[in-house]
């Protein structure tokens, strides 16, 4: 594998982070995702890390060329339930892997995660990633590269339908979720995730859609100028349910996973991704 030896990976301790958050910020600069027609990149606003705290512990590693970080992967120690109503069981969740345009093709995702594996590994031995679809039509390149892991090799665990609604829309759904999975609110990220459109430049009024064991308490009802998003499963009967609706997914993305093969992955927000 060619491997720059020059390179030094190494986890952030907690009291560093805010020295490297502005360096590892720059790596999303330019980045941009589907979202239907339009296409948008992610802002984690002052404090990078809030987002990823807030779903567990977290462990975050830098591939570092002299003080350029060139590469970065994040891995979180979260309890998820197997299937609704089970208990919780700890997992990493593996997030935030990015690597610089001029340093791809040279297996740093796989050199970051041998860096860590030896301390990971050992405290909870299966977890899963879930990784946006460039192309709704061609295989994931970032579920093909996990597939490929020598030490802990991942499979291809479910694709999910990312749902973007207005509130008018929402209001007329909610009762198909609630009906599907209990309770339902509406989570905003705002300055901890946002999504800027590259059709305005600007961030989308967005609420994440809370239900299932691992829901954050939001507003309880819709918000006028508010785009309401939520994910499931593509196999799951609600789509088919949306679909008499004419509601289609705008955005995809897969879920890999390592010894979770029983889990329904029912627990998985936007909120999370």
Same mark, same amino acid.
């Given at each position: 594998?060619?491997?720059?030896?020059?390179?030094?990976?190494?986890?952030?301790?907690?009291?560093?982070?805010?020295?490297?958050?502005?360096?590892?910020?720059?790596?999303?600069?330019?980045?941009?995702?589907?979202?239907?027609?339009?296409?948008?990149?992610?802002?984690?606003?002052?404090?990078?890390?809030?987002?990823?705290?807030?779903?567990?512990?977290?462990?975050?590693?830098?591939?570092?060329?002299?003080?350029?970080?060139?590469?970065?992967? =994040?891995?979180?120690?979260?309890? +998820?339930? #197997?299937?609704? *109503? @089970?208990?919780?069981?700890? $997992?990493? &969740? /593996?997030?935030?892997?990015?690597?610089?345009?001029?340093?791809?093709?040279?297996?740093?995702?796989?050199?970051?995660?041998?860096?860590?594996?030896?301390?990971?590994?050992?405290?909870?031995?299966?977890?899963?990633?879930?990784?946006?679809?460039?192309?709704?039509?061609?295989?994931?390149?970032?579920?093909?590269?996990?597939?490929?892991?020598?030490?802990?090799?991942?499979?291809?665990?479910?694709?999910?339908?990312?749902?973007?609604?207005? =509130?008018?829309?929402?209001?007329? +759904?909610? #009762?198909?979720? *609630? @009906?599907?999975?209990?309770? $339902?609110? &509406? /989570?905003?990220?705002?300055?901890?995730?946002?999504?800027?459109?590259?059709?305005?430049?600007?961030?989308?009024?967005?609420?994440?859609?809370?239900?299932?064991?691992?829901?954050?308490?939001?507003?309880?009802?819709?918000?006028?100028?508010?785009?309401?998003?939520?994910?499931?499963?593509?196999?799951?009967?609600?789509?088919?349910?949306?679909?008499?609706?004419?509601?289609?997914?705008?955005?995809?993305?897969?879920?890999?996973?390592?010894?979770?093969?029983?889990?329904?992955?029912?627990?998985?927000?936007?909120?999370?991704?």
């Amino acid at each position: 594998m060619r491997i720059n030896r020059s390179l030094n990976i190494r986890e952030l301790h907690c009291e560093e982070w805010k020295v490297f958050q502005s360096r590892i910020a720059d790596l999303e600069k330019g980045t941009s995702y589907p979202l239907g027609e339009d296409r948008f990149e992610i802002d984690h606003g002052a404090d990078y890390f809030a987002f990823f705290t807030r779903l567990g512990q977290l462990r975050y590693y830098v591939a570092l060329d002299g003080e350029r970080v060139v590469a970065v992967a =994040a891995a979180i120690l979260r309890r +998820v339930p #197997p299937a609704n *109503r @089970e208990k919780p069981k700890t $997992v990493w &969740y /593996l997030c935030d892997l990015k690597v610089h345009p001029e340093y791809r093709g040279r297996y740093l995702p796989v050199s970051i995660f041998v860096h860590a594996f030896p301390k990971l590994y050992p405290r909870c031995p299966r977890g899963y990633a879930i990784s946006m679809d460039a192309d709704s039509e061609r295989p994931n390149r970032v579920a093909l590269m996990l597939k490929r892991f020598p030490l802990a090799p991942m499979s291809i665990a479910a694709r999910l339908g990312i749902i973007s609604l207005d =509130a008018k829309q929402m209001q007329e +759904v909610a #009762p198909v979720l *609630r @009906e599907h999975f209990g309770c $339902v609110s &509406y /989570l905003s990220l705002i300055g901890k995730k946002d999504i800027i459109l590259q059709s305005t430049g600007a961030p989308m009024p967005l609420l994440h859609v809370q239900f299932g064991p691992c829901a954050e308490r939001g507003f309880t009802e819709p918000l006028e100028d508010y785009v309401h998003m939520f994910c499931v499963s593509i196999d799951h009967p609600l789509l088919e349910v949306l679909r008499h609706q004419r509601i289609y997914p705008s955005a995809t993305a897969t879920v890999v996973q390592h010894r979770m093969e029983k889990w329904d992955w029912e627990f998985i927000l936007t909120s999370d991704i």
